[in-house]
């Protein structure tokens, strides 16, 4: 209790009496102030992610009745006598905020809120169905109704933006010797997010024309043009452009980060997700309802989110949805964010004016993570005009305009539909200023050292280091030396050759080529090259290479079967159009098995058969992969794949008499790869082959199906067969992988957080071997099984069966876990058939990086 000497104290002052005052009403009631003139407060809601606004956000003082929404901008105004000491924001699927509010007026308040799982209350309709699964079932049975797609052609202009921003910046890491002298561009780290500040550190603009007809389906852009910091690469701005990473909304699948989602408005979408109606309002004179959705199952590839719909006509407006990396089974990725906004365009069509994507990629202790953000605008729709339809006879689809990169900022001023922030338009100049530091381009090359296996030494790159040293059974320790000419010495011809020595066979090898570019676009080279070497014939696709050191630590205990090879080539390969080249080679070889191989040319050989072999043939190829997409170097190009299979088919004349080739054949190849996805079940991948081959020929040169002699798992081969285990001359192969991404594991609690995945495989070879390639080839079934007396004559071994011809399918099958600590696979590969030798049952390991 005061003392009864204190109030007549205190008011004795005047000033201690106004103080007291102030006291009482700072800290009476609820926290607030009842204000002599009243404060106005505007502001802005937007999405931390996506930073586009938040409409129907709702605005409140702390602790108070008082407060207002947003408008569909995502703005506010509140004008009060009341003021709290805080402001907050909340809507449904985000976390709230709340900022410090302080006395002056006016105030203007930005809100940047983050995404977070919608939490749907339970509840029991006692009559009818959810009235939110009754307006999905009307959504999906108009949703083609909507599409600008039911034109006979349409195009419109589309500009794109991609940022790449590093956030997690620990200051150990701003700090660290290393990063000193790049320390001004943390003058441009972004401190404005509600979630964690952001430095963006890479920009890419482009600006196109897009057309569409529906009969013929055709589609074109034509890139406009470009604008990439650091980087002018006319391969890489095909991608900067609205036909890559599409994402559409209508269709039931929508691949993104090589996952397949369920779209919210799918035919199935009741089934995988739960919807609730939370709210309706007039938005652009369209009555129109707010609808959240969640998924049905936990830790299922599926969105959360919210998107409005135009009543009647159920048209979508704009949908915002995401993923949580922790819920979903998917790699590096902490959150993935997808906005789209939809417009009126024609009477009932509802076009697609604003597209985002951003994604999260998740930061360690060491590293800072990554944020990549993708936004794309589109305007100037036209509808059925003739005009599309004449550029569309054209059917290159994606086009490249002359100096594309070379637009003044004047013109992107006036050309972006959206204009860049001030950290963005920083991004040039900075990394400008990066390229110019003599630190960064030490760093540069460095990393491109790692990547390439390539040192860069002026003209000249030493390399590849994880081939100068290695091992096998003919050479024993083998150390190679080899080389390049950089891009410093010609960005038109390469030069390369190496060296190596066999300590154990005590043998030189050599090998050296030249690469000429003739032309980029359309890509057209001319190689020619020589090298005496050993290697393996039926060296597949993604085996290691024989001089490579990991194929020696990890292969398998079987006897190697190596040849030396003496091959002088000369070819030519042009791209025609897009996805379709052909390619002509000369070749001539000269292979010295370093294994005991005979060839019988004759019924009754009267000397003893030759083990050389001398070829010279004559290749042509036609390759045709439906809009394939590259990416191209100075020299070389990796291709990204392609929507469609992909197609090679090749014929091959080996001609006897030019330079002592010895025989005349004719060989027929067809391969055919594609991969698909198969719905919720995960995505399958095939690869066929077939072929013919006319003439006699020892067995070196038919068809040996590829094996693989090492513990890594190799998916173009057959993992339970030995190199060189089959022959045939008429032969055919399928080999099958189905990857279930975890649709199993991620229903066990246990197995869930570890994000592992399932997968099966299947592989089949068939063939057959014609009665003259037995016999010259020491079939067991041939002529010659009974020739022991002429092998004691020749002081040759006792020849029991120099390869099998395949007379049954072989088959094997395996099952496999991928996905292990996000890197690793191992699989269990059984032979099916061809049980006679030991070991039916192989483990296989891998490594591959994957989302």
């Known amino acids: 209790m005061l003392s009864k000497n204190f109030v007549p104290l205190l008011f004795g002052s005047k000033l201690l009496g106004f103080a007291f005052l102030l006291l009482l009403l700072f800290t009476g009631g609820a ?127 589309v500009y794109n933006k991609i940022e790449v921003d590093v956030t997690d910046l620990n200051p150990k890491i701003t700090t660290r010797k290393v990063m000193k002298p790049f320390s001004f561009i943390f003058d441009n780290v972004d401190s404005l997010s509600e979630e964690k500040p952001f430095l963006p550190i890479f920009i890419t603009e482009s600006l196109s024309d897009f057309y569409y007809s529906k009969d013929p389906k055709l589609t074109k852009e034509v890139i406009k043009a470009s604008k990439i910091s650091g980087v002018e690469n006319e391969s890489v701005t095909q991608f900067l452009g609205n036909m890559y990473q599409k994402i559409d909304i209508y269709e039931d699948w929508m691949p993104v980060m090589g996952k397949n989602f369920p779209s919210p408005i799918s035919d199935q979408a009741l089934f995988y997700y739960k919807y609730s109606l939370i709210d309706s309002s007039i938005i652009d004179n369209h009555w129109s309802y707010h609808l959240t959705f969640k998924p ?356 091959t004349l080996g001609v006897k008499g030019i330079l002592n080739s010895e025989f005349n054949y004719h060989r027929l190849d067809l391969s055919v790869y594609d991969w698909f996805y198969v719905g919720p079940m995960g995505y399958t991948s095939y690869q066929f082959t077939a072929g013919k081959i006319f003439g006699k020929l020892p067995f070196l040169l038919l068809e040996n199906f590829p094996g693989n002699e090492t513990f890594f798992y190799n998916r173009y081969s057959f993992n339970r067969m030995n190199e060189y285990e089959f022959t045939a001359d008429t032969y055919a192969s399928l080999l099958l992988t189905h990857h279930f991404d975890g649709i199993f594991f991620n229903r066990v609690p246990l197995l869930r957080k570890l994000k592992l995945r399932e997968l099966i495989t299947a592989k089949v070879a068939v063939g057959s071997l014609s009665e003259e390639n037995r016999n010259a080839n020491y079939d067991s079934s041939g002529a010659y099984k009974n020739f022991g007396d002429l092998f004691a004559k020749w002081n040759l071994p006792d020849w029991q069966l120099q390869t099998p011809s395949i007379q049954k399918p072989y088959v094997e099958v395996g099952v496999g876990i991928e996905n292990i600590l996000r890197i690793f696979r191992i699989d269990a590969v059984w032979r099916l058939t061809y049980n006679d030798k030991p070991g039916r049952v192989g483990i296989r390991t891998g490594m591959q990086l994957v989302f």
Not at 33 to 61: C, H, R, W, Y
Not at 125 to 149: F, T
Request: net charge neutral; hydrophobic share 40%; aromatic share 12%.
């Open 31 to 157: 926290g607030t102030l009842a204000l002599a003139q009243d404060i106005e407060i505007s502001g802005k809601v937007i999405d931390d992610a996506t930073m586009e606004p938040v409409p129907f956000a709702n605005i409140f003082l702390q602790n108070t009745t008082i407060g207002t929404v947003t408008d569909m901008d995502g703005n506010f105004y509140l004008k009060t006598g009341r003021l709290a000491d805080s402001i907050g924001v909340s809507s449904v699927g985000y976390a709230k905020r709340f900022k410090y509010l302080g006395t002056s007026s006016p105030q203007n308040i930005v809100f940047r809120i983050v995404r977070e799982d919608i939490v749907m209350q339970e509840f029991t309709i006692v009559a009818g169905e959810n009235p939110a699964d009754i307006m999905m079932r009307k959504i999906i049975a108009q949703k083609k109704e909507h599409s600008i797609e039911k034109n006979e052609n349409y195009q419109f202009e």
């Open 296 to 651: 049905r199952r936990e830790q299922g590839t599926a969105f959360t989110g919210d998107f409005w719909v135009c009543d009647t006509v159920f048209a979508l407006r704009r949908i915002n949805m995401h993923v949580d990396g922790k819920n979903v089974n998917i790699n590096f990725i902490e959150k993935l964010n997808i906005y789209q906004e939809f417009t009126e365009t024609q009477d009932n069509i509802w076009a697609l004016v604003k597209d985002k994507l951003v994604v999260d990629f998740i930061a360690s202790d060491k590293a800072p993570g990554v944020i990549g953000r993708k936004s794309t605008y589109f305007k100037n729709f036209v509808f059925n005009s003739a005009h599309t339809q004449k550029i569309l006879e054209n059917k290159e689809d994606i086009v490249v305009s002359e100096n594309v990169f070379d637009k003044p900022e004047e013109f992107w001023q006036t050309a972006r539909h959206d204009s860049l922030s001030a950290n963005e338009k920083a991004i040039y100049a900075m990394i400008d200023t990066i390229k110019n530091l003599p630190i960064a381009r030490t760093y540069i090359n460095i990393v491109t050292t790692i990547v390439s296996g390539y040192k860069v030494w002026g003209p000249v790159e030493i390399g590849p280091y994880f081939s100068m040293v290695s091992a096998d059974e003919v050479e024993g320790l083998r150390l190679r030396l080899g080389g390049r000419t950089s891009n410093d010495f010609s960005t038109r011809i390469m030069l390369s050759g190496y060296g190596a020595y066999g300590l154990k066979d005590n043998r030189f090898k050599y090998g050296a080529d030249a690469l000429l570019i003739l032309n980029r676009k359309p890509w057209q080279t001319l190689y020619a090259g020589y090298k005496n070497d050993l290697d393996i014939q039926s060296n597949s696709a993604e085996e290691f290479g024989q001089d490579n050191l990991l194929a020696g630590l990890y292969r398998r205990k079987v006897p190697q079967k190596l040849t030396n090879i003496k091959s002088a080539e000369l070819s030519y390969a042009r791209d025609w159009k897009r996805g379709l080249s052909n390619k002509i080679t000369l070749n001539h070889r000269i292979l010295q098995p370093q294994f005991d191989f005979y060839f019988l040319d004759e019924v009754n050989p009267l000397t003893p058969p030759d083990s050389t072999i001398t070829t010279s043939e004559i290749q042509f190829n036609t390759r045709f992969a439906f809009k394939e997409k590259f990416v191209s170097g100075k020299f070389t190009r990796i291709s990204l794949g392609s929507d469609y299979p992909i197609v090679n088919f090749t014929y």
